[in-house]
């Protein structure tokens, strides 16, 4: 049975499973960050990781989402795939931390959501929508 609730560590990050549950998105910070303010509320449990070089933002979606993601420079956690989980209460590092901490509810983010909240993140590419 998959698990409706996001897990939390009690004392220490702690490695899940994606696929149970939730799977999760990983964007690398600048664009992660820029996404979250797009999203606003609409945005669920995020974490930010800022080891590594330049830092991620993980995004928490339903299940199932990872086998059809197809967003560019963006990679999808599911089912055999592992994330670092921080403490409930923990919003700054070091390590990993809750950018929005999980709720009761509601800390899956829209998939649908957070592919336009990445794209407006990215901005529009140089020459693109250019009259020429």
């Known amino acids: 049975m998959p698990s ?26 600048s664009v992660g960050l820029a996404a979250l303010a797009i999203l606003g509320p609409r945005c669920g449990a995020a974490i930010e990781d800022p080891l590594t070089a330049a830092g991620v933002v993980h ?31 923990r919003t700054e590092g070091p390590g990993p931390y809750w950018r929005v901490c999980p709720g009761e509810d509601g800390w899956l983010t829209d998939p649908d ?11 529009p590419r140089i020459g693109e929508g250019q009259a020429g």
């Open 113 to 123: 959501a957070l592919a336009a909240a990445i794209a407006d993140a990215f901005g």
């Open 59 to 89: 995004y928490f979606v339903p299940a199932g989402t990872a086998d059809k993601w197809t967003v560019v420079n963006t990679t999808a956690l599911g089912r055999g795939a592992a994330l670092m989980i921080p403490p409930s209460r």
């Open 4 to 29: 409706t609730r996001l897990p939390s560590a009690a004392g220490a990050a702690t490695l899940y499973d994606a696929g149970h549950g939730w799977d999760a998105i990983r964007v690398p910070r």
